[in-house]
């Protein structure tokens, strides 16, 4: 009889009560993987849109069903056990990563290709850790183009990307709008942003000009991601409707040819040298990874829909 764990798993995609905590058997790593004992995994938007299977492109894994019947990608615990070609971690290193692909996280063991995963900088506790890999990443490859002079707007701001990416833009010394709703831009503020729109009243493709756009939710035609643009500058889209990312990837990049913009979806590369630097900010404590709240293995439904419907400030992480 296979060792048993705690998981919450889900055979459809659908609401959060089609979530159960069963006790199905640790996964065995093969020869590139590790065993993690997972002790804190942060929730993504992109869990919520694995359990919903929406937008169209969170069933990338399984067009009908899920094939991951476990979520959860950005893992931080003690590797448990090591494949036999595994040469960068030991049994008891203490790692994180963003394990995308396999996911897994929401169970109390998960099993990552040696790959994705980190060591664990000693300054950060799991919690913390687990809240970089994915949205650190993303913040990271997407504040860039930020600079002394550069007007950069990110849109979806309050989020766990957004509390990432206004630290970063404003270190790198752009001037920085945040938009989210309104009650979120309070927090919005503290972490920097100079300026702040409510998307519940203002559209914000009719303020601006900006030279950079960072859109976490995009939903708009790329006539008004055009618009909100100056000469020469960049919209980046990372996550929204299947619909906004058909059009940015065909009408988006001919328009922005033609009128001496980009608009373009920022493809994330994931893997540690994407997400260290973000850690070492934070051990530095030149960045803050917010956490709004953490729950336990058995409120996972509760985590996600905190995440999912819009209510957390920052990052939501479950401790199994
Ligand atoms: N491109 C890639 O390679 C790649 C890789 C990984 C992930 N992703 C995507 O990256 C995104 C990351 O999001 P995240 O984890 O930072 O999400 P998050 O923590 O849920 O933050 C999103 C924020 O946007 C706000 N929001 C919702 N609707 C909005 C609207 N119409 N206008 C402005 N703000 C709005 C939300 O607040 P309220 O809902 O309360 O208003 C929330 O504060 C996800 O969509 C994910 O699928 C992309």
Redesign the pocket.
Known sequence: MPRQMRAVVYERYGPPSGLRLERIPVPTPKPTQVLVEVAATSV???DW?GLRGSPAYARFGGLRRPVRRVLGSDIAGRVAAIGDAVTTFRVGDEVYGDNLLLMGGFAEFAVAPESVLALKPAGLSFAEASTIP??GA?AAQGTAGAAPGVRMLI??A?????TFAIQLAKRAGAHVTG???AG?LDYVRSLGADDVID?RTTDYTRTGPYDLVLD??A?RSVFAYRRVLNPGGQYWM???SARALLRVLTAGTLLGRLSDRRIA????RSGPAAFMPVAEGCVAGEIDSHIDRVFSLDEVPAALSH?GE???LGKVVVEP
């Open positions: 993504n938007l992109s849109e994915q949205a993303i849109n979806g309050g989020g766990g990307t957004g938009v989210d709703n979120k998307y976490l939710v939903y990372v996550g929204g979806l920022l493809v994330v995440v819009g209510r957390a």
